[in-house]
């Protein structure tokens, strides 16, 4: 039982050039988050998804796109990467809202030059 | 915009003392949910407390939460080195889809 898996743990983007955090979980949850970790601001909110095929906006959504197909899948798409998007990008996953501890990956570090 | 504002944003203390953090945020809950992050690493969740619950235990873990105050307590009692880690409060709202709202955190450092 893996939990919930991000890909890649670091990387480094030029301005301009798009990409995709990966994020995967094997514990059959619905509900799955993005956020964004900057120092001194706490984590927030990018996007979320209460089930496979529906998704919504968080706190901070612009420049994110997301996608639910799958139960197990949610993908973070940077389509035009900006140095405002240099942070810690964490996954979260919960069985549903209400009541549920959340399961979080390990972060990926993502440096915006 | 932060919900939870964790109160000291830091605090040192030594092997064996207990360590309190204080929690408040602005807006009805479901429940309050506490975080412990230690450097670099992902978020781990320690202890979840419902909006009709006032105290829970969970080992050296002791949360309270008031929401007439709209605030939250933890208490880690004895606290070890290996304690030391940042430790988030996050709500989960009352209404149509919930999600976390996390606050700034509390870097705790226990000394040996």
């Known amino acids: 039982n893996a939990g919930v898996t991000q890909t890649p743990k670091f990387q480094v983007l030029k301005t301009g050039q798009s990409m995709t955090l990966q994020c995967a979980q094997d514990?059959?949850?619905?509900?799955m988050s993005w956020y964004r970790q900057d120092p001194g601001m706490g984590l927030r909110l990018i996007h979320y998804?209460?089930?496979?095929?529906?998704?919504d906006q968080g706190e901070v959504p612009n420049g994110y796109n997301v996608s639910r197909s799958t139960t197990e899948d949610f993908p973070l798409r940077l389509l035009s990467a900006a140095p405002s998007q240099t942070s810690v990008y964490f996954c979260?996953?919960?069985?549903?809202?209400?009541?549920?501890?959340?399961?979080f990956g390990s972060g990926t570090r993502l440096t915006v030059v | 915009s932060q919900q939870g504002e964790e109160d000291p944003q830091a605090l040192s203390i030594q092997e064996g003392e207990n360590a309190t953090m204080n929690c408040s945020y602005k807006t009805s809950i479901n429940n309050l949910q506490w975080y412990r992050q230690n450097s670099g690493r992902g978020l781990v969740h320690l202890i979840l407390i419902r909006s009709n619950e006032r105290e829970k235990h969970s080992g050296r873990l002791r949360v309270t939460l008031d929401t007439s105050k709209k605030s939250s307590s933890l208490l880690i009692t004895a606290s070890r080195a290996a304690d030391t880690a940042s430790y988030f409060c996050a709500t989960e709202g009352d209404s149509g889809y919930s999600t976390l709202t996390f606050g700034k955190g509390t870097m705790l450092l226990v000394s040996p």
């Open positions: 998804s209460v089930g496979a095929g529906i998704t």
């Open positions: 979260a996953s919960s069985p549903q809202g209400g009541g549920y501890g959340y399961t």
């Open positions: 514990m059959n949850h619905e509900y």
